[in-house]
């Protein structure tokens, strides 16, 4: 048995057009759309990384020391999951 991957193979070596940062204001725009992919992030690791039945004792600052460790994480991982790119582009074709 044969399996076609011509077509799976096509789209992943597909990349979408990268709008270029040529102005300061594209500068601008693309730090604010890290910053909503940042914030994004934080949300889905604020639902994936509830620590409900952990083995050790809860802390008074355990709910501080999460949400820091998830702002750390959502930051570090802004502009490398594409929606920051995706976001970017459709808003620069809108000016």
């Given at each position: 048995?044969?399996?076609?991957t011509?077509?799976?193979?096509?789209?992943?070596?597909?990349?979408?057009?990268?709008?270029?940062?040529?102005?300061?204001?594209?500068?601008?725009?693309?730090?604010?759309?890290?910053?909503?992919?940042?914030?994004?992030?934080?949300?889905?690791?604020?639902i994936?990384?509830?620590?409900?039945?952990?083995?050790?004792?809860?802390?008074?600052?355990?709910?501080?020391?999460?949400?820091?460790?998830?702002?750390?994480?959502?930051?570090?991982?802004?502009?490398?999951?594409?929606?920051?790119?995706?976001?970017?582009?459709?808003?620069?074709?809108?000016?």
């Amino acid at each position: 048995m044969n399996i076609d991957t011509s077509l799976a193979m096509l789209s992943r070596s597909y990349a979408p057009p990268v709008a270029k940062i040529e102005t300061e204001d594209d500068v601008k725009l693309k730090e604010q759309t890290d910053k909503f992919e940042a914030f994004f992030i934080k949300q889905v690791l604020d639902i994936a990384l509830k620590n409900e039945n952990t083995l050790f004792p809860k802390d008074p600052g355990d709910k501080i020391y999460q949400s820091m460790y998830n702002d750390t994480m959502s930051e570090s991982f802004s502009g490398s999951f594409g929606f920051s790119e995706l976001l970017f582009n459709y808003l620069k074709e809108q000016r």
